[in-house]
């Protein structure tokens, strides 16, 4: 899923300070999840806004809301209704919710209450591990389902570097080398012949190389 934290009080208090009616929007998605954007959140931010704005002697009426989704229009029609009760939003959803509601509603100033920082796995009560770039031309296939892109400091396609030692990282020594553990893996499973393989370049266009990414499914299309 989609990880993001809060942003920090005080970016978010000059976004809008020169408002008095703002509503915080958060989601129900992968930001609630991973405990950044939910309804709990929602309250959390909107009181630290009153409180922050009191502070400097300019109370600011904060409105509370929060959306299913904010990456589906169809998720983000209430907005119709609440863009003329308030002069901005402050949008607690991934910057692809941002994105969207600037993109549709291009009279609301919307304004990011979180960063959106990786894809990854939700491996415990309040840790979150990145598992994967989202690079567009997957070859997890051929590393025993686990990507040196996301999981290698250096990104490296062809083994660990020279720098690794005890199958510990050379950049962040508290990190596992990700190519020790793939050879590891392989050679239990008696497949460790495929890194001998000729692969071919991996096709970095998907990755975002070539401006917006977008894709159809013309079955999907067709209904």
């Not at 809008?16 to 703002?22: K, L, P, Q, T, V």
């Not at 002697?57 to 409105?63: M, T």
């Not at 415990?124 to 389902?145: F, H, M, N, Q």
Request: glycine residues 10%; aromatic residues 6%.
């Amino acid at each position: 899923m989609i990880i993001a934290e809060r942003r920090p009080l005080s970016e978010i208090l000059k976004n809008i300070e020169a408002y008095e009616r703002i509503m915080v929007l958060g989601c129900r998605g992968c930001v609630a999840i991973c405990s950044a954007g939910g309804d709990r959140e929602v309250a959390i931010l909107a009181e630290a806004l009153r409180l922050g704005r009191e502070k400097k002697g300019k109370p600011v009426q904060v409105l509370e809301e929060t959306f299913i989704r904010q990456c589906d229009p169809e998720y983000l029609e209430p907005l119709k209704d609440i863009k003329d009760k308030v002069e901005a939003v402050v949008s607690l959803a991934c910057g692809v919710g941002v994105n969207l509601i600037a993109d549709l509603y291009p009279d609301i100033r919307v304004y990011p209450g979180v960063d959106t920082t990786f894809y990854g796995a939700n491996l415990s009560l309040g840790e979150w591990v990145e598992k994967c770039r989202g690079c567009g031309d997957c070859i997890i296939d051929l590393t025993a389902g686990l990507c040196p892109i996301a999981r290698c400091a250096k990104n490296l396609l062809n083994g660990p570097c020279g720098g690794s030692q005890r199958g510990r990282c050379e950049v962040k020594a508290e990190m596992p080398c990700i190519w020790h553990e793939i050879v590891e893996r392989l050679t239990k499973r008696g497949e460790l012949e495929r890194l001998l393989e000729i692969w071919t370049a991996k096709d970095w266009r998907p990755a975002g190389g070539d401006g917006l990414r977008t894709r159809f499914r013309e079955d999907l299309l067709d209904s």
